[in-house]
């Protein structure tokens, strides 16, 4: 059978030729319109962009490919004994639009294990930063430490031709994807394990080795792995962590400086961050009233208190969701299967019950609904993984798989320069003049 390079080739051709098509015959066809409202307030509802992995439904949230978590869930490789799916079979799927057979993700983890070897100047960038700077900080400087290693900025120097382009990010995204999780459990061993770093298991799967590298041998925890990996890789195209991956692309920056561009969108409160910010509130609040378990009563008033102090309650609200995240219901249906009577995750449960109204009632937040922020944190913790700073590493490294073969298909595409119109708001007053 032909290897995931040449499918992908195939498949891409395919497209580029019916885009052909489709822009040679309907390409003056509108497909909306654009309000000054629109312009001043993030883009929202704009339709800006083709993003082939996945696509979000604000009613039923993401679908990869066309299929949903629970569909995922049940139709995608596992590990040996497991019930989760492997996020190897999420990557073929995103990557070629077709369900991965057992043997497609067992080609992608050997695939990904040859490509795995992390320099020892990367190692060496982070250990220049102070031990203190943030999990993401040093993870961004580790991806850009890496960059050496780039094929398509080697290729590019030495005057690769344009046909070729796809090729070489392909190549980079695969290294990349090999190399994170070693990167990012060498960040943690050596933030919070006193440097005792662990080596990779090559008998291992992508996530499950990661959860080893980490320091958790728990088989629950790495089918907690797994579905955190496969749930968190994509969610369509203009989320701040795949659009800046995107739009650096369109450059023709290399796959490591995109990711790096985009790991520091994901790093803001509003977007990634928002998953550490969750246990960060829920464990203050226990603090501040002292029970474990505080009653909804105590809940909606620290929720009020919170919302007066004019923050954000975190984990709550998406721009474009309008109901619960299946990301969110995903995990509390592990939650429920694995440690029901965690007082951490009964917490978030009985949030996700006192929340919403609190937030409908104050008339103005478009989605009163939980994000996939807010309970992924309670089930890290329930495994000894009480680092929430790490959090968003986490996310990261999973995200690195849908902005990764969004990429490789961008250039595969021949996407160009992504280069939008702005105005000043004087020339917005000599239009409104003009009406
Ligand atoms: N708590 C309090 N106020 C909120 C809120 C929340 N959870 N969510 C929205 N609002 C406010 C928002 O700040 C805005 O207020 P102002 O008009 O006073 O500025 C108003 O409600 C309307 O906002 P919206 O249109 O409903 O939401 P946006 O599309 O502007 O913003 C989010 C979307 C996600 C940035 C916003 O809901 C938020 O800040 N949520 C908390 C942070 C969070 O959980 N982020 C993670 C998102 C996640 F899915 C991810 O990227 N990983």
Request: proline share 5%; charged share 25%; glycine share 8%.
């Amino acid at each position: 059978m032909a290897n995931t390079k040449e499918r992908f080739k195939e498949k891409a051709d395919g497209v580029a030729a019916e885009i052909k098509d489709i822009l040679k015959e309907h390409g003056s066809k509108k497909i909306g319109e654009v309000t000054l409202s629109q312009i001043y307030q993030g883009m929202r509802g704009i339709t800006g962009l083709v993003t082939e992995t996945s696509l979000l439904d604000a009613q039923e949230g993401i679908r990869f490919r066309g299929f949903s978590i629970p569909e995922l869930q049940q139709k995608l490789p596992k590990a040996n004994g497991g019930t989760e799916p492997l996020p190897e079979g999420l990557f073929h799927l995103m990557l070629l639009g077709e369900l991965p057979t057992e043997e497609d993700v067992h080609d992608i983890t050997a695939n990904w294990q040859r490509r795995s070897h992390v320099p020892n100047h990367v190692f060496a960038a982070i250990e220049a930063l102070p031990k203190d700077s943030h999990p993401m900080t040093q993870f961004v400087i580790a991806i850009m430490a890496l960059q050496t290693e780039s094929k398509f900025a080697d290729r590019y120097a030495k005057g690769m031709a344009k046909k070729d382009y796809w090729e070489a990010v392909f190549d980079d995204s695969m290294d990349l994807i090999a190399r994170l999780p070693r990167v990012a459990a060498y960040i943690y061993r050596r933030k919070y394990k006193d440097e005792d770093h662990i080596h990779p298991d090559g008998l291992l799967d992508w996530a499950g080795n990661f959860a080893h590298m980490l320091g958790y041998e728990d088989e629950t925890f790495r089918e907690l792995m797994r579905l955190y990996m496969t749930i968190h890789a994509d969610h369509e195209g203009g989320n701040v962590s795949a659009h800046t991956t995107h739009l650096v692309g369109s450059a023709l920056s290399d796959p490591y400086l995109c990711l790096a561009a985009g790991m520091n969108g994901l790093a803001g409160p509003l977007h990634g961050l928002a998953n550490q910010e969750v246990i960060k509130w829920i464990l203050e609040m226990r603090e501040e009233l002292g029970v474990e378990l505080p009653s909804s009563a105590q809940i909606d008033a620290y929720v009020r208190k919170t919302l007066s102090e004019g923050r954000v309650v975190p984990g709550y609200g998406h721009a474009v969701l309008r109901k619960t995240d299946p990301r969110f219901s995903a995990q509390m249906a592990f939650g429920k299967r694995h440690l029901p009577d965690d007082p951490l995750v009964q917490t978030v449960w009985n949030i996700y019950e006192t929340v919403p109204p609190i937030l409908q009632s104050l008339g103005k937040i478009k989605n009163p609904w939980p994000n996939v922020d807010a309970h992924s944190g309670a089930l890290l913790v329930h495994y000894g993984l009480v680092e929430y700073e790490f959090y968003t590493v986490l996310f990261g490294v999973s995200r690195a798989l849908g902005v990764l073969a969004s990429l490789c298909w961008d250039r595969a595409l021949g996407f160009p320069l992504e280069r939008p119109k702005s105005v000043t708001t004087e020339l917005v007053k000599d239009w409104l003049k003009g009406e």
